[in-house]
C-alpha cells in the first residue's frame, strides 16, 4: 500500500480498521486534558475498562462469602486459574493441559528451571543472547551456581556481529552445534526487549533438541504479539508476563508452557506445591504428591484470585478479537509508523535509524542520532508517553489493541516539532 504522511490518510486507515473501535475498551491517561498516543504497551499495557468488574467480583463474593467463596463463589476461586488456560492456549499455540497461570514471570523460569536445567559435569551450559534482560541474566546467573558451576563458563552468549543490531539465526545455530553436548539449556527471550527482534523459535528450538538440549523460551515481549506455535514447534517450556500486550495489570499472573511430553514423566524434579496435585485428592491431604499431569503440577500455592481475575478479564477481548485480527493489524500499524518516521526524518534533515530488523513484532526500536533527552521530555510533556533508553534509543510499540492509524500521524507531527523547536 502506497502510505501517505497526512491525518485524512490517518483517518481513512482508522475507517477501514475493524479494530479501531477497541481504543474504547480501554482506559487512556489524559495529559493536557486529551488521551495520549501509548507507545509503552509492550511496557505495562492500558486498563480495559472490563478489568474493574472482574476485581469488584472477587472482592464481592469475600465480602459475602469469605472461605466458602473457594467453592461458591461465582467463579470459585480453587480452581479460579482454570478459566485461563484455554484462552491463553490458543494465544501460545499449545494444547490446554499445556499451559497454566500462577507466580510471576521471574519466578516462574525459576521453577522451571528446576526441572529444564539439570546440569551434569558434561553437559553443564546454558545458551542465551547477548545482553539478555537483566532479570534473565541474573536468573541464569544464579540457577548456574546454586549447581556449582562458573558463570563465566557455563554462560554462552550468542552475540551480535560487529556493526550490526540484531542477531543472526545462522550465528545462534552455530554457537548451538558448536557447545553441542556441553549444552544442557537454550533460553533466549523469544521478542528481544531492546531491539524488538523477533527470533526464529522453530528453527533454534530444532537445533537446541538436536544437540540434545532442552529448549526454553521467555515470552515476556512475544506473547500477544507474535503468532506462538509452541506444541508444533517442539519448545518444552515458555514462560511470560502478562503486564505488557496482554493488558492484566502491574506485575500480574504469569504464564507457562510445559510441551505435552514432560507432562506424565513423574521422574522429572519439580519444586511442589499442594495446588500441584490431583483436584480429586487435594483435600484428602495425603502426604503422597500427585500429580495433574498437566501443567498445573508446576503451580505450587493455591491461586492469587486478585491477580488472575485482571487477566481473565484481559483474555475475554483477546478471545473476541482473536490473534490473527491482531497479527494482522499490528503488521500494518507499525509498517505505517515505520513509513511515518522515515516522512519526518526527511522533513527534519535529521537522521533516525531504525535498529529493529524485518524480522519484527510490535515495536520499533529508533536510533535518534544527535536528539537527546529534551527531545524525550518534549514528547512526554506533549501527550506521548514512549519509552526512552540511554543514550537516545526510544521504543515505540503501537499496540494494535487501542493504538490508531491517527496516533500515529499525530506522533510524527509532534516529533517534528519537538525536534525543530530545538
Ligand atoms: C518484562 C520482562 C521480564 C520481567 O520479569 P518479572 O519477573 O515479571 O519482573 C523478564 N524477562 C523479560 C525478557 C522481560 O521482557
Excluded at 251 to 276: C, M, T, Y
Aim: net charge negative; charged share 25%; glycine share 6%.
Amino acid at each position: 500500500m502506497q502510505f501517505e504522511n497526512t491525518l485524512k490518510f490517518a483517518q481513512k486507515l482508522d475507517s477501514e480498521d475493524k479494530l479501531h473501535d477497541y481504543k474504547n475498551e480501554f482506559h487512556f491517561p489524559q495529559v493536557n486534558g486529551k488521551d495520549v498516543i501509548y507507545f509503552t504497551g509492550n511496557s505495562l499495557g492500558l486498563q480495559p475498562k472490563c478489568t474493574q468488574s472482574y476485581i469488584d467480583e472477587v472482592m464481592t463474593d469475600w465480602k459475602n462469602l469469605a472461605v466458602e467463596g473457594h467453592f461458591h463463589s461465582k467463579k470459585p476461586w480453587w480452581d479460579y486459574h482454570e478459566r485461563l488456560a484455554e484462552p491463553l492456549s490458543e494465544i501460545v499455540g499449545a494444547k490446554t493441559e499445556e499451559v497454566s497461570v500462577m507466580n510471576t514471570l521471574t519466578a516462574n523460569l525459576h521453577f522451571l528451571m528446576v526441572s529444564f536445567y539439570r546440569p551434569t559435569k558434561k553437559r553443564f551450559k546454558i545458551l542465551c543472547e547477548e545482553k539478555a534482560f537483566p532479570s534473565d541474566q541474573y536468573l541464569l546467573q544464579s540457577q548456574v551456581k546454586f549447581h556449582g558451576f562458573n558463570p563465566d563458563e557455563a554462560l554462552v552468549e550468542v552475540k551480535k556481529r560487529e556493526g550490526e543490531h540484531f542477531w543472526r539465526t545462522e550465528d545462534v545455530v552455530a554457537k548451538i552445534k558448536e557447545v553441542g553436548e556441553e549444552l544442557a539449556l537454550v533460553l533466549i527471550g523469544g521478542v528481544n526487549y531492546y531491539n524488538g527482534q523477533v527470533f526464529d523459535m522453530e528453527t533454534i528450538t530444532k537445533i537446541g533438541k538436536s544437540v540434545g538440549a532442552f529448549v526454553g523460551w521467555d515470552l515476556a515481549h512475544a506473547v500477544g504479539n507474535i503468532e506462538l506455535k509452541l506444541h508444533t514447534w517442539g519448545v518444552d517450556f515458555a514462560a511470560w508476563c502478562s503486564y505488557k500486550y496482554m493488558n492484566s495489570g502491574p506485575g500480574n499472573a504469569s504464564g507457562i508452557f510445559v510441551h505435552e511430553k514432560h507432562l506424565a514423566d513423574d521422574s522429572i524434579p519439580r519444586f511442589q506445591g499442594w495446588w500441584g496435585t490431583k483436584k480429586e485428592t487435594r483435600f484428602l491431604m495425603k502426604p503422597e504428591f500427585e500429580s495433574t499431569h498437566t501443567a498445573d503440577s508446576w503451580q505450587v500455592s493455591n491461586p492469587s484470585v486478585l491477580s488472575l481475575a485482571p487477566y481473565l478479564s484481559s483474555l475475554t477481548l483477546f478471545e473476541e478479537v482473536g490473534m490473527k485480527s491482531l497479527i494482522e493489524k499490528r503488521i500494518s500499524i507499525v509498517s505505517y509508523l515505520e513509513f511515518i518516521l522515515h516522512e519526518i526524518d526527511k522533513e527534519v534533515n535529521s537522521t533516525f535509524e531504525i535498529i529493529t530488523p524485518m524480522e519484527r513484532g510490535c515495536q520499533l526500536s529508533v536510533l535518534l542520532h544527535g536528539e537527546g533527552r529534551p527531545l524525550f521530555d518534549y514528547l512526554m510533556k506533549n501527550g506521548v508517553i514512549v519509552d526512552w533508553r540511554e543514550p537516545n534509543v526510544i521504543r515505540l510499540a503501537p499496540a494494535p489493541f487501542y493504538c490508531s492509524y491517527e496516533d500515529m500521524y499525530r506522533f510524527g507531527q509532534i516529533l517534528k516539532e519537538g525536534i525543530l523547536s530545538k
